[in-house]
């Protein structure tokens, strides 16, 4: 019993020292804040050494990823000068062909010279690199999600081949000594690191947008989180302006523009013009969400709430925090006539086979529907009354220590 003891404080310790070593590591990498590189000119020529990205073993990826993440060379910058109006952050995983129908909405977009769209991967390839490079109609710049399961294929925050498997029973996996024995979830599952990282990945982007962005340190507005299968409306720009000033007139404690929402385009003519208020709901207000610095802010207050609740989605822990450790639940003014489409039909919760030609047909069948009615002269405000929490049943996969160190340390300054 002692012997079997000490193993387990030898593995644990083990554990720990690894995540410590990759969290060092990325402060050697990330965190020189001054220096030459600061003064590395944004050049806008794709040919540029700063651009270049080997796709090559893993640790040249990993370099390339820290090497990118830390110049942020901004593409099309000497063709679209001065500040940007509206920033969009892209969450791009593996999906080339719904990525291509989503750039290709923002290049028929009004006025997209004035748009910044930040593209952070958690995937890497050169499909998907060239694609983002080929953009040439606004300031672009791509970033890295430094602890993708592809950069960590056999360990932490990979899947290691001594964590426990997923179904395993707490009893038999400390029998097993499998490393995190200790740690299942609520609903007594193992992690799954292919799970594991969308949360992940959206909550280091969060703070790299809002803290490491230094094209963005003197923005003021909202930035707009998307992910690669939305598609967004001709007007999006337009609209987004009347929203932000509607907001600061009549709704001035919304935390969330909402610019999205799964409704469809059925009722697009009736409500292209409507904007109400409402409580933030995970299951409504989680596409096109306009976060400003504020939110932010608020959010980081509660990193730990974050990074610790059991629920492997980013916006059930989201709406969990609102009402709790946000003492004032989050209010969101919510466009009626969504300008962002989703076009997914695969993907984390979509399990059926990836099918872009159908998304493609159905975009275009939207956009014939919608094309009448897009450009309102003036939007409309309808206010739904008090909001309060929205307590919810949490979905787990969300138990590992690990992932809770991991995540808690993305706000700091590493």
Known sequence: MRLRLVKKNVVLFLMMSLILFILYYSKFMLT????????VPHKGTQDDDTNTFNYGTVLQMRKSVYDSNYRQ?????????GDPEVVIVVQVHNRPAYLKMLIQSLEKASEIGKFFVVFSHDYFSEEIGDLVKGITFCKVLQIYFPYSTQLYPNEFPGQD???????????????????NAEHPDAYGHYREASITQ?????????HFVF???????????????????????????????????????????????????????SQFAELSSKTEKSGWMSTKNNIGMGISRE???????????FCNYDDYNWDWTLQNLSGTCIKKPLKVLVACG????????????????????VAQQKVDAALEKVRTALFPQKLTLTNHGSVEHKPHMKNGGWGDIRDHILCANYAARL
């Open 32 to 39: 020189i804040e001054s220096g030459v590189l600061d003064n």
């Open 73 to 81: 060379f901004i593409q099309n910058a000497d063709k679209f000068a």
């Open 161 to 179: 081949p001594l964590d426990c498997p997923r179904d395993i029973s707490k009893e038999d996996a400390r029998k097993t000594e499998c490393l």
């Open 198 to 206: 969308t949360k992940h990945h959206w909550w280091w982007k969060l």
């Open 211 to 265: 803290e490491r962005l230094k094209v963005l340190q003197g923005y003021k507005g909202f930035a707009v989180f998307i992910e690669e299968d939305n598609y967004i409306l001709p007007d999006f720009f337009s609209f987004f302006k009347s929203m932000t000033n509607l907001r600061d007139k009549d709704c001035v404690d919304c935390d969330v523009l909402a610019l999205g929402n799964h409704d469809g385009v």
């Open 295 to 305: 939110l932010y802010y608020k959010l980081m207050g509660c990193n730990n709430e």
């Open 338 to 357: 969504t300008r962002v489409l989703h076009t997914g039909n695969c993907g984390l919760h979509q399990k059926e086979a990836c099918n872009s030609e």
